[in-house]
């Protein structure tokens, strides 16, 4: 059996993110196989503790990071980091470390970890684009058009205080850190090749879906479809850049019948959204009247019976995302999905096989998609092409395997020459 250690930029009990619920699945299954986990979550705020910045929170251990550099993703207070998560990670001696994020910790911490071991098998999961992007990873220029590379002087020109060798500094002193990492775990093809693109070498990229709990669900039947096609639903974080006011501005276009036979349901948080953006949500929310109901976050457990009341998952996030963790958590609940279509998003939804697109960032078009789905035939045959996603045993199982594979690797390798000088003194 392993020493895992898993790092990740939220407590998943704290924060409601699809890395820390990646990261959770995976503890939870690694547990249940035998292996020793220590869990390092990130949290805010001083730990009270006097001079550890770690408290405790069940078996996993909070990590209270003093303070960030959000540029180069680098933590100031250094010694959090060379002193005290060291120390922890001498005294816990993994076999293998994961880490689901870096954010909010410190690049500096990939580089502990091999200072701690040259032959530590160290893996990174790229939930998102921020090594690459500086605009929150989203790929996302100040008026809001997508951005499809990064350059230093591209980079500059939206970020006027910095200069075009800020930028390239920054990308230096990233891609030194990604240069200690064994194996890179991309969830999506998309990721996968923009970070290729970006110079991350190939051979360290590794394609693997974050596994989710398996679900009993029945093959939906024709007679909920009626119902069932006229009930959209958003999950997740509801903020601007994952498109709920785009979602909210597309129901104010539907026709009238469909508003009133139909609803949209929001679950999630808003609990980091500014005041402003929470009091115009709230007023879109209720100018639809009875069609829409907000019905603030909910637990993971929550999600399967919240998911089978609903009929149509709708992504409309404004960026390229990743892999949308609601994506699976819809699939496997047998429940057709509308997105953007661009980006992981458009990779993960096969176009009128498991879901249907609409043009990214389109109010007219998303409510010409939804007014097409309200078809009970198109949502059944959708519903039923909609494919489960891997089981997080089956994730666990790919990550063990890789964790064999590249402590292979670090295993010294005998000269070719010393083994056949042995071999003559064996004669």
Same mark, same amino acid.
């Given at each position: 059996?392993?020493?895992?250690?898993?790092?990740?930029?939220g407590?998943?009990?704290?924060?409601?993110?699809?890395?820390?619920? &990646? &990261?959770?699945? =995976?503890?939870?299954?690694?547990?249940?196989?035998g292996h020793?986990v220590?869990?390092?979550?990130?949290?805010?705020?001083?730990?009270g503790?006097?001079?550890?910045?770690?408290?405790?929170?069940g078996?996993?251990?909070?990590?209270?990071?003093?303070?960030?550099?959000?540029?180069l993703?680098s933590?100031?207070?250094k010694?959090?980091?060379?002193?005290?998560?060291?120390? #922890?990670?001498?005294?816990?001696?993994?076999?293998?470390a994961?880490?689901?994020?870096?954010?909010?910790?410190?690049?500096?911490?990939?580089?502990?970890?091999?200072k701690?071991?040259a032959?530590?098998?160290?893996?990174?999961?790229?939930?998102?684009?921020?090594?690459?992007?500086?605009?929150?990873?989203?790929? #996302?220029?100040?008026?809001?058009?997508?951005c499809h590379?990064?350059?230093p002087?591209?980079? +500059?020109?939206?970020?006027?205080?910095?200069?075009?060798?800020?930028?390239?500094?920054?990308?230096?002193?990233?891609?030194?850190?990604?240069?200690l990492?064994?194996?890179?775990?991309?969830?999506s093809?998309?990721?996968?090749?923009?970070?290729?693109?970006w110079?991350?070498?190939?051979?360290?990229?590794?394609?693997?879906?974050?596994g989710?709990?398996?679900? &009993?669900?029945?093959?939906?039947?024709?007679?909920?479809?009626?119902?069932?096609?006229?009930?959209?639903?958003?999950?997740?974080?509801a903020?601007?850049?994952?498109?709920i /006011?785009?979602?909210?501005?597309?129901?104010?276009?539907l026709?009238?019948?469909l508003?009133?036979?139909?609803?949209?349901d929001?679950?999630?948080?808003?609990t980091?959204?500014?005041?402003?953006?929470?009091?115009?949500?709230?007023?879109?929310?209720?100018?639809l009247?009875?069609?829409?109901?907000?019905h603030?976050?909910?637990?993971p457990d929550?999600?399967?019976?919240?998911?089978?009341?609903?009929?149509?998952?709708?992504?409309?996030?404004?960026?390229?995302?990743?892999?949308?963790?609601?994506?699976?958590?819809a699939?496997?609940?047998r429940r057709?999905?509308?997105? +953007?279509?661009?980006?992981?998003? +458009?990779?993960?939804?096969?176009?009128?096989?498991?879901?249907?697109?609409?043009?990214?960032?389109?109010?007219?078009?998303?409510?010409s998609?939804? =007014?097409?789905?309200?078809?009970?035939?198109?949502?059944l045959?959708?519903?039923n092409?909609?494919?489960?996603?891997?089981?997080?045993?089956?994730?666990?199982?790919?990550? #063990?395997?890789?964790?064999?594979?590249?402590?292979?690797?670090?295993?010294?390798?005998? /000269?070719?020459?010393?083994?056949?000088?042995?071999?003559r003194?064996?004669?």
């Open positions: 059996m392993s020493r895992v250690l898993l790092i990740v930029h407590h998943p009990e704290l924060s409601r993110g699809g890395g820390e619920r &990646a &990261a959770e699945l =995976e503890a939870e299954q690694l547990r249940a196989l020793q220590l869990m390092i979550a990130r949290v805010a705020g001083p730990s503790r006097g001079g550890t910045p770690f408290t405790m929170r078996q996993d251990v909070l990590f209270h990071a003093p303070s960030y550099d959000y540029f993703h933590q100031r207070a010694w959090a980091i060379w002193r005290d998560l060291r120390a #922890l990670i001498e005294r816990f001696q993994p076999d293998v994961h880490l689901h994020h870096y954010v909010h910790i410190g690049l500096e911490t990939i580089r502990e970890l091999r701690y071991s032959s530590l098998p160290i893996v990174l999961t790229l939930h998102e684009y921020l090594a690459i992007c500086h605009s929150n990873g989203q790929f #996302l220029t100040p008026d809001g058009t997508l590379q990064a350059s002087s591209d980079c +500059a020109a939206c970020f006027p205080d910095h200069s075009r060798q800020d930028f390239f500094l920054r990308e230096r002193f990233i891609k030194s850190a990604f240069a990492v064994d194996r890179f775990i991309c969830p093809r998309f990721l996968l090749e923009r970070y290729a693109a110079g991350v070498a190939r051979e360290k990229l590794v394609l693997l879906e974050n989710q709990v398996p679900l &009993a669900v029945a093959p939906p039947a024709a007679r909920d479809a009626d119902l069932l096609c006229r009930r959209f639903a958003f999950f997740g974080q903020t601007e850049l994952k498109g /006011k785009l979602l909210l501005r597309a129901a104010e276009l026709p009238a019948a508003r009133a036979e139909g609803r949209l929001i679950a999630g948080t808003v980091h959204q500014s005041a402003e953006f929470v009091a115009d949500f709230r007023a879109m929310v209720a100018a009247g009875g069609f829409a109901q907000y603030g976050p909910y637990r929550e999600l399967p019976g919240l998911m089978a009341r609903a009929g149509w998952v709708v992504v409309p996030s404004l960026w390229w995302e990743n892999s949308p963790i609601v994506i699976q958590e699939f496997a609940a057709p999905v509308i997105c +953007a279509d661009i980006g992981g998003m +458009a990779e993960k939804v096969a176009n009128g096989r498991a879901g249907l697109h609409f043009r990214v960032n389109d109010a007219r078009d998303l409510a998609v939804m =007014e097409r789905a309200a078809d009970p035939a198109l949502w045959r959708l519903a092409g909609t494919t489960p996603p891997p089981a997080i045993g089956q994730t666990v199982d790919a990550l #063990l395997g890789l964790f064999d594979t590249i402590r292979a690797e670090h295993q010294p390798q005998t /000269k070719p020459r010393a083994r056949a000088a042995r071999a003194r064996a004669d």
